[in-house]
């Protein structure tokens, strides 16, 4: 049984570009949750995604965009991509019902030149 | 949200050393989670805490719920090199959609000298 898998693993990115990042939740879950992590720091939520729609958003501008496909993956998009957004960038998955335990992903490192 | 400080940001001991890392809000909780995130690796669940006073072990963990619900404590007997790695609070929020969210704290970063 597969985990949480992102990709890409790394990615290096220019300040004002866009970058997709990608997501597929461990087997038998169906909400994903974004998180952005910087160096020395816990875990930022950005924003909660079920039955393909935004359930909640942490706070991130609108530059920080998502979506969930059908079969529960998900993408993370930023637009116009500043320095600050180098980080590392965590897909979690949880069940339903059950105590919210969170499966995160290896990650995607982002870093912005 | 709620917030969480937690402390110390940052601990070197010795193997075989205890050492205890604390997670403090100024809010009543309603329930605290508990991660360990390896040097390059992401964040695994260690724990849920959810009733008052609640102390949970596992083999050298210590996990313990405030009596107030107010603060939380994960303790470790004896390090081994193996325990190096952060370790983060995670306060769970239900949110007015129905759904839920973890808000982490800034973590607690544990060296171990063997």
């Known amino acids: 049984?597969?985990?949480?898998?992102?990709?890409?693993?790394?990615?290096?990115?220019?300040?004002?570009q866009q970058v997709t990042l990608r997501c597929s939740p461990k087997s038998g879950h169906d909400t994903v949750s974004w998180y952005q992590q910087a160096l020395g720091q816990g875990p930022q939520f950005i924003f909660q995604y079920y039955e393909e729609e935004e359930r909640?958003?942490?706070?991130?501008?609108?530059?920080?965009?998502?979506?969930?496909?059908?079969n529960y993956s998900s993408e993370l998009n930023v637009n116009a991509l500043?320095?600050?957004?180098?980080?590392?960038y965590l897909c979690a998955s949880s069940r339903p019902g059950g105590i919210y335990e969170q499966y995160f992903g290896p990650g995607t490192r982002l870093t912005v030149t | 949200g709620q917030?969480?400080?937690?402390?110390p940001q940052y601990q070197h001991v010795q193997e075989g050393e205890d050492f205890?890392?604390?997670?403090?809000?100024?809010t009543t909780l309603s329930n605290?989670?508990?991660?360990?995130?390896?040097?390059?690796?992401h964040p695994v669940f260690l724990?849920?805490?959810?009733?008052?006073?609640?102390?949970?072990?596992?083999?050298?963990?210590?996990?313990?719920?405030?009596?107030a619900k107010k603060n939380s404590s994960l303790h470790i007997t004896a390090t081994q090199t193996t325990d190096v790695g952060t370790y983060f609070c995670a306060v769970l929020t239900y949110l007015d959609t129905g759904r839920r969210a973890l808000t982490f704290g800034s973590g607690t970063r544990l060296q171990v000298q063997p």
């Open chain 2, 32 to 41: 605290i989670q508990w991660y360990k995130q390896r040097p390059g690796g």
């Open chain 1, 82 to 88: 500043l320095l600050g957004d180098s980080a590392l």
């Open chain 2, 20 to 26: 205890t890392t604390y997670c403090n809000s100024s």
């Open chain 1, 56 to 70: 909640q958003r942490g706070n991130f501008p609108d530059r920080f965009s998502g979506h969930q496909f059908p």
């Open chain 1, 1 to 16: 049984d597969a985990g949480v898998t992102q990709s890409p693993t790394h990615l290096i990115k220019t300040r004002g």
């Open chain 2, 47 to 67: 724990i849920q805490l959810v009733k008052s006073g609640e102390v949970k072990k596992q083999k050298r963990l210590t996990f313990q719920f405030g009596e």
């Open chain 2, 3 to 7: 917030q969480v400080m937690q402390i």
